[in-house]
């Protein structure tokens, strides 16, 4: 399986609802994305999965790759992506779908946490990613409990530089 974690674009820091999960791209971050969307699928990653958290921003992040990368699967919504979850609980999920590949969408501390429990095989640390930064890992067909090997980690500026 191979698993890409991206972490959602630049956010406002207060939505108008005063809720963390109504917070939107600024107009920064929806702009970030259009070069971070070629790059990604300029590096054909064929998903059969994309999966992202219920929040505004995730959903926006989402957006933009789903049509740079043509792809016509099934996009979901999962709490197992919020900010608070457990990277055991998106990885058990994972193993119970078995995508071949799989766009996670998605926040720290989550994304952090699940980096280091791919890499590592623990949560007790986590490997923080940077805004519209993309992490891509190759395991077997039960990440919960395969060994996973990291195979690229790009943050915005190189992925900015890749779509342009």
């Known amino acids: 399986m191979r698993i890409h974690l991206l972490r959602h674009s630049d956010a406002e820091e207060i939505s108008p609802s005063g809720l963390d999960e109504d917070r939107r791209l600024t107009d920064g971050g929806l702009a970030r994305m259009k070069p971070v969307s070629r790059a990604i699928s300029r590096l054909a990653p064929e998903f059969d999965l994309v999966l992202h958290s219920p929040f ?21 919504v999962t709490r197992n992506l919020v900010p608070s979850a457990e990277p055991d609980e998106v990885l058990h999920e994972l193993s119970t779908r078995k995508p071949k590949s799989v766009l996670l969408v998605s ?12 890499l590592l ?33 790009l943050p915005p500026r190189v992925l900015e530089d890749l779509g342009r």
């Open 121 to 153: 095989g623990g949560t007790r640390t986590a490997i923080p990613m940077k805004k519209a930064s993309l992490a891509i890992f190759e395991t077997g067909s039960n990440p919960a409990m395969d060994f996973a090997e990291l195979r690229a980690y």
């Open 56 to 76: 505004v921003r995730a959903r926006q992040t989402a957006e933009p790759v789903i049509a740079a990368c043509r792809f016509r699967g099934a996009v979901e």
């Open 107 to 118: 926040h720290e501390p989550l994304l952090g946490r699940l980096f280091a429990r791919l």
